[in-house]
């Protein structure tokens, strides 16, 4: 098919001579105009291949002008043919980017010759461009993100899911220094980490974003990711930049066998519990506990520090013994005034003092038929001490101001925090109590002793908070995983189940990620809230010219804003109740 031409010429007998020589040389003249407005629209309608264009046309657009709009909007070639050299008419017409510049007077060969010549040259061009297009949509479609930089490390390309990854637009992001947009955590510290880049400009290398990284978003969320850098060359051969391609990290999954774990669900007190045991020691407790329940021992001690797993542990006894289908009642014995303690254990008579108006069984009697859980046993006055060690020992008691005996139809089981000896030494402690209630005694091994349990149980805790928090959790990360068995739990596992419960809250993507593990924050730990365990790094980041009303108006906006204004999920980021938060917000105005 022969190329179509458009003729932008004014003198008409020029451009007559022009068609005729075209026409005979074989090519098909779409239209000759004779001023630019004319040429577009002609342009437009008969789409030509190439416009030969006179630069010194009637009107209010010169040739320039005129050509440049075709080549920009119709990506036609152009072909001046003009009277004019002069070099001022030479440089405005290159902003037209034409293929050709013909001087008038012409030969017929040397019109054909630049015709041909600008035809293919505007061939090669559409097909490069073709190509770079296709590049571009390639670039644009992919999910993996692909952020280049020049060789003094600055943004020269963000592609589509890059912009989602970092937060940053490419218009925004371009010119940019690297790591102000593609900003790098380690998985494990949270802290920044330089890209190898330097290495890869430097020695012309490739090179991997590394282990366990994170991907700082604009908005402060990180996200796992995977990915390598590669040097870009010149024509020359010369490293001008570098390319980063990046995706989501695949993350390598840290759990335990099933077969290793040892899970028993029941369904004793408010919603059961599970209680989960891979470690040889807490097997063995468990085994010995089960026995101990089945048989027909009346009275256990259970021991342990904080957080080990007392309560839960009680009511596993509980639901193993003969008397599982009677009530569990339990009694923390700190946790209420001395004063109280008695009529709550032993309940009273009408008139045993002031206040009793109408008779009331105690606890002794109300768990008839089931277990009494005394928890904290360490705590209970001496007095009471006394008068249980009695009830203990001769299976009746009477309720204050009674006269009648009454029996005791229950298992016994008391739980203390080991420091019993010490209670003992101070004189605050019955020894005769304490050889009566330790007969059998139960042990339960600090959480540092049983590693084996950490990642069992941190997985309980994740399916738990996963329902609770309607979160796509899969479990814990490899490297969370070593975060997790490194620590030394002070609070047991207490502790644990609220590092896992913050990190559910806190993790953006779906596996727990070592950045959102607080493990040894005052959070994390409240018993212990305040001592050794908080890290000297919270104090010295603290700006002491601020004052400490200051720091929790910022902690609390920016657990809000971490939280999307959910207000249970900010107080677990804080590791405070939502009424002490929805107190706090209020106390600060803060919404
Ligand atoms: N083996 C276990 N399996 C599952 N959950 C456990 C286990 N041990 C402890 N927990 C959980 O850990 C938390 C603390 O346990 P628990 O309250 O029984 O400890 P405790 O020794 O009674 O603590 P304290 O001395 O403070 O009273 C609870 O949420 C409990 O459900
Ligand atoms: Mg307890």
Aim: net charge negative; charged share 25%; with cysteine.
């Amino acid at each position: 098919m022969s190329a179509r031409i458009l003729i932008v010429e004014d003198e008409r007998i020029t451009a007559e001579d022009l068609r005729d020589i075209l026409t005979t040389l074989g090519y098909s003249v779409v239209a000759s105009v004779s001023n630019g407005p004319d040429a577009i629209a002609l342009a437009e309608e008969t789409k030509p291949d190439l416009a030969l264009m006179d630069i010194q046309i009637n009107g209010v657009m010169d040739g320039t002008e005129t050509a440049r709009i075709l080549r920009e909007r119709f990506n036609m070639a152009i072909v001046f043919l003009t009277a004019h050299a002069h070099p001022t008419t030479v440089s405005r017409a290159k902003f037209a980017e034409p293929l050709g510049y013909i001087i008038k007077p012409f030969q017929e060969g040397e019109l054909r010759a630049s015709i041909e010549i600008a035809l293919h040259k505007h061939r090669v061009d559409l097909n490069t461009l073709g190509k770079s297009e296709l590049f571009a949509s390639t670039l644009r479609a992919i999910s993996e993100g692909v952020v280049c930089v020049d060789r003094v490390e600055c943004i020269a390309f963000l592609n589509p899911a890059a912009e989602g990854w970092t937060g940053w637009t490419a218009r925004e992001a371009l010119g940019r220094p690297v790591g102000e947009v593609f900003r790098l955590l380690d998985a494990a510290s949270g802290e920044g980490v330089e890209t190898p880049l330097w290495r890869v400009l430097g020695e012309g290398s490739l090179d991997d974003l590394g282990e366990s990284i994170l991907l700082l978003h604009r908005s402060g969320n990180s996200q796992p990711i995977a990915g390598s850098i590669a040097p870009l060359r010149d024509h020359q051969g010369n490293v001008s930049g570098a390319v980063i391609a990046f995706g989501r990290a695949t993350v390598e999954p840290r759990s335990v066998p099933a077969e290793a774990i040892l899970e028993i669900e029941t369904n004793v007190g408010v919603g059961g519990f599970k209680m989960v045991a891979a470690s040889p020691a807490m097997k063995q407790v468990l085994r010995f506990a089960r026995r101990v329940a089945e048989s027909e021992v009346s009275t256990i001690l259970i021991e342990g520090e904080s957080g080990t797993g007392k309560d839960i542990v009680a009511q596993f006894i509980h639901h193993f013994g003969s008397r599982r289908l009677g009530p569990f009642v339990a009694i923390n014995c700190a946790a209420i005034p001395e004063n109280l303690l008695e009529s709550e254990l032993f309940g009273y008579e009408k008139g045993a003092f002031t206040d009793a108006r109408a008779p009331k069984a105690g606890i002794l009697e109300m768990a008839s038929g089931g277990t009494i859980f005394l928890d904290e046993i360490g705590e209970m006055p001496l007095i009471l001490q006394a008068k249980l060690l009695r009830v203990l020992e001769e299976q009746k008691f009477r309720r204050l101001g009674g006269v009648r005996d009454i029996q005791v139809d229950a298992r016994v089981l008391a739980a203390t925090n080991c420091k019993l000896s010490e209670a003992i030494e101070q004189g605050k402690f019955r020894l005769d109590l304490y050889y009566r209630l330790n007969v059998i005694q139960v042990f339960l091994p600090a959480l540092r002793d049983r590693k084996e349990d950490v990642l069992p149980l941190a997985e309980n805790f994740v399916r738990l908070y996963k329902l609770k928090f309607k979160r796509e959790i899969q479990g814990i990360s490899n490297a969370a995983g070593n975060v997790l068995l490194e620590y030394d739990w002070p609070g047991n596992v207490r502790e644990l189940r609220n590092v896992i419960e913050r990190a559910m809250v806190l993790e953006d993507s779906n596996w727990i990620q070592a950045s959102s593990l607080h493990v040894g924050s005052p959070g994390s730990n409240p018993p212990l809230n305040g001592s050794a365990n908080e890290s000297a790094n919270d104090v010295e980041e603290a700006n002491f010219t601020i004052s400490v009303e200051e720091i929790e108006r910022k902690l609390l906006s920016k657990a809000l804003l971490k939280a999307a204004g959910n207000q249970t999920r900010a107080a677990v980021i804080l590791g405070i109740t939502r009424d002490t938060l929805r107190y706090k917000m209020k106390k600060f105005s803060l919404r």
